[in-house]
């Protein structure tokens, strides 16, 4: 059984730092893009950033977190992460984790991810 879960959201302050995981089950972690969405009450499900399968090389961001967020994994415990720093009040929102198999398409749209976690909100005051 497939199971990704995420667990580090929270309620923080403009300016603060969080730092989002991802636990996988079910599947060959290694051989999966890994990725977070977001998505934000009545908006869209949107990209917030992506890491290749062998964790060593790509990784991509939303132009809205570069700078301040960054993504990893660690394959030999399955878990994938997301450290947001400088968070804004518009960084609120639903955070996902999402997995893709290797060579499915595009990392930046959500139709390409095989699997997704049940999400964990984050909240910025101002």
């Known amino acids: 059984q497939v199971q990704l879960v995420e667990s580090g959201g929270g309620l923080v302050q403009a300016g603060d730092s969080l730092r989002l995981s991802c636990a996988a089950s079910?599947?060959?972690?290694?051989?999966?893009?890994m990725a977070w969405f977001r998505q934000a009450p009545g908006k869209e499900r949107e990209f917030v950033a992506a890491i290749n399968w062998n964790g060593g090389g790509s990784t991509w961001y939303a132009d809205s977190v570069k700078g301040r967020s960054t993504i990893s994994r660690d394959n030999a415990k399955n878990t994938a992460d997301l450290q947001m720093n400088s968070l804004k009040p518009e960084d609120t929102a639903v955070y996902y984790c999402?997995?893709?198999?290797?060579?499915?398409?595009?990392?930046?749209?959500?139709?390409?991810?095989?699997?997704w976690g049940q999400g964990t909100q984050v909240t910025v005051s101002s």
């Open positions: 999402a997995a893709r198999q290797r060579f499915n398409g595009g990392v930046y749209d959500a139709k390409n991810y095989n699997y």
């Open positions: 079910g599947f060959t972690f290694r051989d999966y893009v």
